[in-house]
């Protein structure tokens, strides 16, 4: 599976960006998916995950009520909307698949997106 993470850019406080993930490969409806971030010179972090129907999520405490993820199998794609984000979101957002509950990966099997870029201006 191969992932391609679109939707960054620059963007004030209290503003609002929706990133896109879009999946190829014949198996890519049938991974749970995940969202992280790393923000300069921290580790990569959990931000959300859905499973493979859409039908159970999970958040980071820090984008809890803010951010929402979902998906369109039909369009092998996941997304996730942000809102009245904040100046610690800057980051750049990654998704990955095989990713189940709070941000359990499986490392022999997960795929990354090259990540994409979000400015947060205060």
């Known amino acids: 599976v191969q992932l391609q993470a679109f939707g960054g850019g620059l963007v004030q406080a209290g503003g609002s960006l929706r990133l896109s993930c879009a999946a190829s490969?014949?198996?890519?409806?049938?991974?749970?998916m995940g969202w992280f971030r790393q923000a300069p010179g921290k580790n990569r972090e959990f931000v959300a995950s859905?499973?493979?129907?859409?039908?159970?999520?999970y958040y980071a405490d820090s984008v809890k009520g803010r951010f929402t993820t979902s998906r369109d199998n039909a369009k092998n794609t996941v997304y996730l909307q942000m809102n009245s984000l904040k100046s610690e979101d800057t980051a750049i957002y990654y998704c990955?698949?095989?990713?189940?509950?709070?941000?359990?990966?499986?490392?022999?099997?997960?795929?990354w997106g090259q990540g994409t870029q979000v400015t947060v201006s205060s």
């Open positions: 490969g014949p198996t890519a409806a049938k991974y749970g």
């Open positions: 859905t499973s493979w129907s859409g039908a159970t999520t």
């Open positions: 990955v698949t095989t990713c189940a509950g709070p941000g359990y990966v499986d490392p022999e099997f997960a795929s």
